[in-house]
């Protein structure tokens, strides 16, 4: 049985767009210059488990299908993967360079070689002291690497027959993925009385980058690929639920501290982001809006964006080249559409020719 490759979802690809500079934002920059929108650049850490709920669903849109059918190889699933992030993933390594020195200072000797040998590997994020080594936002990818070894038997779970026993199993998921930021909550383990972005605690820090706790995101995701083959593109029900998903998520965080940080960090906005993702994979307004083509066209480099700006921001301001051409008065907006471009080159002169070149690799190994 032939399984057709499924169509492009270009409104997520929109929001990527949307998600990814927020993230910018939420590190660099005062919420306060946002108006209306501050709750949304104050709580950008949750664009973070928007992206590892939408890596399940986009991975289980794209191949659960064969893996059901039994037809995906999971080697060369893995593969594609691998060509797919790491060559970005190493050049953030590269640009971290500065940060060598401030991570000797700050860990001991073990630690920090121990810091140097795991980072190169992925594997930072098990050690929580560590997970946010060179890079800060690379702990996401030592947590992604985890999820997709384990998802190609995550994908071979039977396609659902009925939506209620599916709906109540991903209210299950949700309710596990609500588990550690509750036990948090309860245990106060680091006597922090009111944590928020700001705070540090070492069972905090567990909580917020290490692979584990955000496990649950990405399962839904999966599970969600599942519901999503079961309402009809042209459904109205998925512009109920795509409107309805981004006001209930912006009035969570409009609420601001009355909601506990440990459950918003994560859990809480699971089946937001789920209604709003089954919306954007629909044919409506909504979707056509963010299915705009620049929005698609950055979209595209979200990842780079991502995983590039924390240190790229530091280069720039470090070599004060804005100074020296005369911008510093236009910063820092002059400098986010500078990471904009520098994310859209890496996207066409590092990520995707690496990609090529690394397939080919493997191809001539393997035969």
């Not at 501050?38 to 399940?56: D, E, Q, R, T, W």
């Not at 060179?134 to 998802?151: C, D, K, R």
């Not at 960090?265 to 789920?274: A, S, T, V």
Request: charged content about 15%.
């Amino acid at each position: 049985m032939e399984i057709r490759k499924p169509a492009r979802l270009n409104a997520l690809t929109g929001l990527r767009c949307f998600a990814a500079i927020n993230i910018v934002f939420f590190h660099f920059s005062n919420p306060n210059w946002f108006g209306w929108l501050a709750p949304v650049v104050n709580a950008g850490f949750a664009s973070v488990s928007f992206f590892i709920l939408l890596s399940g669903f986009v991975m289980a849109y794209n191949y659960a299908g064969r893996a059901r059918a039994g037809e995906l190889d999971v080697a060369r699933f893995w593969e594609a993967r691998f060509t797919r992030l790491y060559p970005v993933y190493f050049l953030s390594l590269l640009l971290s360079w500065k940060m060598v020195p401030a991570e000797y200072h700050a860990h001991t000797h073990a630690m920090f070689w121990t810091g140097m040998a795991l980072t190169p590997l992925l594997l930072q994020g098990w050690v929580p002291e560590l997970a946010t080594f060179l890079n800060t936002p690379a702990w996401t990818m030592s947590a992604e690497s985890v999820y997709y070894i384990l998802f190609p038997w995550l994908a071979r779970a039977k396609k659902p027959a009925r939506m209620k026993p599916h709906l109540l199993k991903m209210a299950a998921v949700w309710g596990l993925g609500m588990v550690p930021g509750l036990l948090y909550m309860v245990l106060n383990p680091d006597g922090i009385a009111h944590p928020d972005r700001w705070s540090w605690g070492p069972w905090l820090q567990v909580l917020k980058y290490t692979p584990l706790p955000h496990l649950a995101s990405f399962v839904f995701g999966v599970m969600l690929a599942n519901l999503d083959e079961m309402v009809g593109r042209t459904s109205r029900l998925r512009l109920v639920l795509g409107v309805g998903g981004f006001a209930a998520t912006f009035g969570v965080l409009v609420l601001g501290p009355v909601v506990p940080y440990a459950i918003v960090h994560d859990g809480l906005l699971m089946p937001l982001f789920g209604c709003i993702v089954l919306g954007l994979a629909g044919n409506n307004p909504l979707a056509y809006a963010l299915s705009w083509r620049p929005l698609v066209f950055v979209g595209e480099a979200s990842y780079c964006l991502y995983l590039l700006h924390f240190n790229l921001w530091n280069l720039i301001h470090d070599s004060h080249i804005l100074e020296k051409l005369g911008l510093a008065r236009f910063d820092p907006w002059i400098s986010y559409l500078i990471l904009i471009g520098l994310a859209l080159v890496a996207l066409h002169l590092v990520e995707k020719p690496a990609q090529r070149v690394l397939r080919g690799w493997m191809d001539v190994w393997r035969d």
